[in-house]
Structure formats: structure tokens, C-alpha cells
């Protein structure tokens, strides 16, 4: 699940969420409220965001929820091990190509995927392709949860091209 940072109003605190914490804990969520220092005048948005950083410091790993949830352990943390840095200007910039090219394209959306949703994949299919985007149960990195299942729907896709 998720990993929440609940941060007060101005002139609250932390036991402002103190309802909240169990219930979303109850849900398999991870949840920290937050004090914000706003007694300290001195207390600028840095020393705000210091706050939180602090309040969730040593938290259980949200990426875990988004890209491995439901990859098996071991293969997720082979993956962690394996991650690179993504420094590249090539996600900073954008898309160089008027038109997507002539060529026969798939758009495989995993249904379980917590990164990009299924209602925002499918209108993304639509709308950025022109195609209507195929499905199939798995998470962001269905290439480790679901390899075969993955492995049949790209050999179907080949076998419909011939």
C-alpha cells in the first residue's frame, strides 16, 4: 500500500490526524502525522519540509508499493540491487516526433499497475496513440511478477503480424 506524511492547518499539530492514522493503518497503509514547528517564528518552508522529511525518515520504502508490490521478494530485491540512476535529459525534454511512426503498435496495460493507472493509461492509449490500449492483470514491473503471461501476449502480438 501506500506510505502517507499527513501534515496539519495552520494551528494544528499532529494529534489532528490521530483518528486518521489507525484507520489508514487498519487499510495496510503506513502513516505518519507530522509537526509542523509553526510555534518557532524563524520557521520558514525549509524548516517545514525538514519536518517532514524527518517525520518519515526510515519509513517502509513506498517504491516498493508503486513498482514491486507484487513482485516476488527475492526478484525485487534483485531489481533494487540492479537500479540505475535515470539522469538522462531524454524524460526532461519533449517528444521530438510530430506523429507516432507507421509502424504496428501495441499498448499493454497492466491493470495493477500503481505508477500509471488504469484509467489514465487507457486515455493515454487513446489519445497519444489512437489505439485502444490491450489488458492484462499484473503491476508496474510485469516483466518480473508475470514473465510468462508477459511472454505469451507479445508472442500473440507477433504471431497476429505475420
Given at each position: 500500500?501506500?506510505?502517507?506524511?499527513?501534515?496539519?492547518?495552520?494551528?494544528?499539530?499532529?494529534?489532528?490526524?490521530?483518528?486518521?492514522?489507525?484507520?489508514?493503518?487498519?487499510?495496510?497503509?503506513?502513516?505518519?502525522?507530522?509537526?509542523?514547528?509553526?510555534?518557532?517564528?524563524?520557521?520558514?518552508?525549509?524548516?517545514?519540509?525538514?519536518?517532514?522529511?524527518?517525520?518519515?525518515?526510515?519509513?517502509?520504502?513506498?517504491?516498493?508499493?508503486?513498482?514491486?508490490?507484487?513482485?516476488?521478494?527475492?526478484?525485487?530485491?534483485?531489481?533494487?540491487?540492479?537500479?540505475?540512476?535515470?539522469?538522462?535529459?531524454?524524460?526532461?525534454?519533449?517528444?521530438?516526433?510530430d506523429a507516432w511512426p507507421e509502424t504496428?503498435?501495441?499498448?499493454?496495460?497492466?491493470?495493477?499497475?500503481?505508477?500509471?493507472?488504469?484509467?489514465?493509461?487507457?486515455?493515454?492509449?487513446?489519445?497519444?496513440?489512437?489505439?485502444?490500449?490491450?489488458?492484462?492483470?499484473?503491476?508496474?514491473?510485469?516483466?518480473?511478477?508475470?514473465?510468462?503471461?508477459?511472454?505469451?501476449?507479445?508472442?500473440?502480438?507477433?504471431?497476429?503480424?505475420?
Amino acid at each position: 500500500m501506500a506510505t502517507f506524511a499527513l501534515i496539519h492547518g495552520g494551528g494544528g499539530s499532529a494529534w489532528d490526524w490521530h483518528l486518521v492514522v489507525p484507520a489508514l493503518e487498519e487499510r495496510g497503509h503506513d502513516a505518519v502525522a507530522v509537526d509542523l514547528p509553526s510555534g518557532t517564528e524563524a520557521a520558514g518552508w525549509r524548516a517545514y519540509a525538514g519536518a517532514v522529511v524527518e517525520a518519515v525518515a526510515g519509513r517502509r520504502d513506498g517504491i516498493d508499493d508503486v513498482f514491486y508490490h507484487d513482485v516476488p521478494p527475492q526478484l525485487a530485491a534483485e531489481a533494487k540491487r540492479r537500479e540505475r540512476d535515470e539522469a538522462a535529459r531524454a524524460l526532461r525534454e519533449p517528444w521530438p516526433l510530430d506523429a507516432w511512426p507507421e509502424t504496428p503498435t501495441r499498448y499493454l496495460l497492466c491493470r495493477d499497475d500503481h505508477m500509471f493507472r488504469p484509467a489514465w493509461a487507457r486515455r493515454h492509449a487513446r489519445e497519444r496513440l489512437g489505439i485502444e490500449a490491450d489488458e492484462m492483470d499484473g503491476g508496474h514491473y510485469v516483466s518480473l511478477s508475470r514473465p510468462r503471461e508477459l511472454a505469451e501476449r507479445l508472442d500473440a502480438y507477433a504471431l497476429r503480424l505475420r
